[in-house]
T-cell receptor
Framework: KAGVTQTPRYLIKTRGQQVTLSCSPI?????VSWYQQTPGQGLQFLFE???????NKGNFPGRFSGRQFSNSRSEMNVSTLELGDSALYLC???????????????FGPGTRLTVL | AQKVTQAQTEISVVEKEDVTLDCVYE???????LFWYKQPPSGELVFLIR??????QNEISGRYSWNFQKSTSSFNFTITASQVVDSAVYFC???????????FGPGTRLSVLP
């Protein structure tokens, strides 16, 4: 099976712009989670989608949003970019069922966003 | 609240040495899951192991072994006979049973010198 793919791999934007990142989960996986990784804050959970519904959300401002499509692909959007949004954004998928029991997350290579 | 502590920020060892990476967690749940991931310089997090709170059996996989002790809330990871390819950042993570929001520790950067 192909792994989790993320596009683009690298992105450079300027403050105030908006950006959309894409994630394709492993075939058959229905849950997609997003994380932000920075040197100062480490790995932080953004949100999780299951069957096109946001099921969990981390402690990030409303500028960060996401969605999931019927094929389980997911996008996350950051509006009004700030310098502090520069980070590696990681997407993970799991074959989590509706019961919500913990399952292994498999990560993509990430999108490195630089905000100038 | 969940919390994961990895007290060792950076470790350097010489090839063939054994090394143990520590992980201490906090949770009020009786059902939870613990994970270890490896992040090589390429950036992708590679899954190593998953353990649920009811399974305290230690596990060995090749040169890797894990020691889970609920009494001390620890889930330590040992690499035996380390190799240069083991150089990476290693993360311990905790997940409650009804959430997919993993809480990651700060990571331990392991450098294995030839």
């Amino acid at each position: 099976k192909a792994g989790v793919t993320q596009t683009p791999r690298y992105l450079i934007k300027t403050r105030g712009q908006q950006v959309t990142l894409s994630c394709s989960p492993i075939s058959g996986h229905r849950s997609v989670s997003w994380y932000q990784q920075t040197p100062g804050q480490g790995l932080q959970f953004l949100f999780e989608y299951f069957s096109e519904t946001q099921r969990n959300k981390g402690n990030f401002p409303g500028r960060f949003s996401g969605r999931q499509f019927s094929n389980s692909r997911s996008e996350m959007n950051v509006s009004t970019l700030e310098l502090g949004d520069s980070a590696l954004y990681l997407c993970a998928s799991s074959s989590l069922g509706a019961s919500g029991l913990g399952d292994t997350q498999y990560f993509g290579p990430g999108t490195r966003l630089t905000v100038l | 609240a969940q919390k994961v502590t990895q007290a060792q920020t950076e470790i350097s060892v010489v090839e063939k040495e054994d090394v143990t990476l520590d992980c201490v967690y906090e949770t009020r749940d009786t059902t939870y899951y613990l994970f270890w991931y490896k992040q090589p310089p390429s950036g992708e997090l590679v899954f190593l192991i998953r353990r649920n709170s009811f399974d305290e059996q230690n596990e060995i996989s090749g040169r890797y072994s894990w020691n889970f002790q609920k009494s001390t809330s620890s889930f330590n990871f040992t690499i035996t006979a380390s190799q240069v390819v083991d150089s990476a950042v290693y993360f311990c993570a905790l997940s409650e049973s009804y959430g997919q929001n993993f809480v990651f520790g700060p990571g331990t950067r392991l450098s294995v010198l030839p």
